[in-house]
């Protein structure tokens, strides 16, 4: 119960604030917010993955982290030259700082997933927000498709279940939960249609509904198979009850790119 209440207690202080974000006419708010997250989801990805790192080198990666996702938001244009110099930059601190030589590739391996997964991925919705005019309002979606589907699994696998999904990875997780992920995520998405997106069409809610039933678990097994590698139960301990910014992120990180690419070239 005292892990139930720290949950909704977070829940309560953080999402008004997020909506706040999301909705403010300054859009450049939610943007920091987004840099915000890259550098703290670095922090903890570093902390898991590679906890024998000096400081130095790893105030390093963090740095690159946060201005890859904040060159990637400002200059979404130039993206593809962005992301070269942030591995180059990344690659750079490892060869000046390579530790014991035979897990040299095994930690530039690490650097380059971290500046990926958490660098880039962290930009596409913030990209979104800025970018396009109903901006917010696809953020929005992004998120109701992503907490809609995962609750949906939840109460799903929790009434349901019998079949795992990944038991290697995730043993909680079941078909039966994924099926009831894609049903409430497509209901949301047509509840967001209704409320206050109505520029979405059928197809855009399947559109972004089916899909995002797919890459939400697979986003969320993949931290799970990073924190199962690690030997660590969260990747952090930032928010009461839930975990790390990692945890929290893992499903909307996929999620968002996808939308992101949807709404931006698709449509």
């Known amino acids: 119960m005292s ?20 909705l403010w006419q300054q859009r450049w708010g939610f943007g920091v917010l987004v840099i915000g997250f890259s550098l703290l989801g670095m922090l903890e990805l570093t902390a898991m993955l590679l906890p024998t790192i000096a400081r130095p080198h790893r105030a390093v990666l963090v740095a690159t982290s946060a201005l890859l996702t904040t060159g990637l938001y ?43 997964y958490v660098g880039a991925l962290t930009s596409p919705l913030a990209i979104l927000h800025r970018t396009l005019p ?25 009434a349901l279940g019998r079949h795992k999904l990944y038991p290697k990875i995730s043993p909680g997780k079941t078909v039966e939960g994924a099926v009831g992920g894609l049903v409430s995520c497509v209901a949301v998405l047509f509840l967001v249609r209704a409320t206050f997106f109505p520029a979405l069409s059928v197809g855009d809610c399947l559109l972004i509904a089916i899909p995002a039933s797919v890459l939400g678990p697979i986003g969320d097994l993949v931290e799970s198979m990073l924190k199962r590698a690690a030997g660590v139960k969260d990747s952090g301990r930032l928010i009461p009850g839930h975990g790390g910014v990692l ?15 949807y709404a931006t070239y698709l449509r």
């Open 3 to 22: 892990n139930l209440a720290a949950r909704v207690l977070s829940a309560v202080v953080a999402i008004p604030l997020l909506f706040a974000l999301i």
């Open 247 to 261: 945890d929290r992120l893992d499903a909307l990180m996929f999620i968002g790119a996808w939308v992101f690419v």
């Open 74 to 116: 400002l200059f979404p244009e130039r993206g593809l030259g962005l992301i070269l110099g942030a591995l180059i930059l990344g690659a750079t601190s490892v060869l000046l700082a390579p530790g014991e030589i035979a897990g040299a590739g095994a930690r530039l391996g690490f650097v380059v997933l971290g500046l990926l």
């Open 134 to 158: 109903d901006g917010p309002r696809w953020v929005l979606a992004s998120l109701a498709a992503t907490f809609s589907n995962d609750s949906g699994a939840y109460f799903a696998g929790r």
